[in-house]
């Protein structure tokens, strides 16, 4: 890492540390709780519409969504509907329904993080169909991608769970 890289991390820490100092009414500051929070894993589901027909990946998201929920990840966890049709090809009504039928899956599956509909087309992987998990990890500095259905040495591995 060059040093000019060290010092805007150190430059964000601070500007961080102060903010939560400010904020928290001068109160005294746990900062293992503000390292843990900076260097929390982040999630990213990318769920497209043809996925939501997969029995077999349902399943699987209903289990990432169990973990989500007892691992106590679901502020870190944010979720995209990306849509195989072009975005060109969709009328305002379309685009309704598929924002009524978003909010009805969030709230029959009881998902507290937010899950936003790409309308514009923003998140349309031409390699990547389906069901899938990004995970940033801050710490590791790694970015990784795993499909659904996802492997239970995967879940260890996402939720370090040893």
Do not use: W
């Not at 100092?21 to 260097?39: E, N, Q, R, T, W």
């Not at 399943?59 to 849509?83: A, H």
């Amino acid at each position: 890492m060059s040093m000019n890289n060290h010092n805007i991390k150190k430059t964000h820490l601070s500007v961080l540390i102060i903010l939560i100092f400010i904020f928290s009414g001068g109160k005294s500051i746990d900062l293992s709780a503000v390292h843990h929070y900076y260097f929390e894993k982040r999630f990213l589901l990318v769920l497209d519409d043809a996925s939501l027909n997969c029995h077999l990946c349902l399943r699987s998201l209903d289990d990432f969504l169990d973990l989500v929920r007892e691992y106590d990840k679901e502020q870190v966890t944010t979720g995209i509907l990306i849509s195989r049709k072009n975005s060109d090809d969709k009328t305002e009504k379309q685009i309704k329904i598929i924002k009524k039928q978003l909010d009805g899956f969030r709230i029959g599956n009881n998902i507290k993080f937010p899950i936003i509909f790409d309308e514009e087309g923003v998140f349309h992987f031409k390699e990547r169909n389906g069901l899938f998990l990004v995970v940033f990890d801050n710490e590791s500095r790694i970015i990784k991608i795993y499909p659904f259905p996802i492997k239970q040495e995967d879940y260890d591995e996402i939720f370090e769970i040893y």
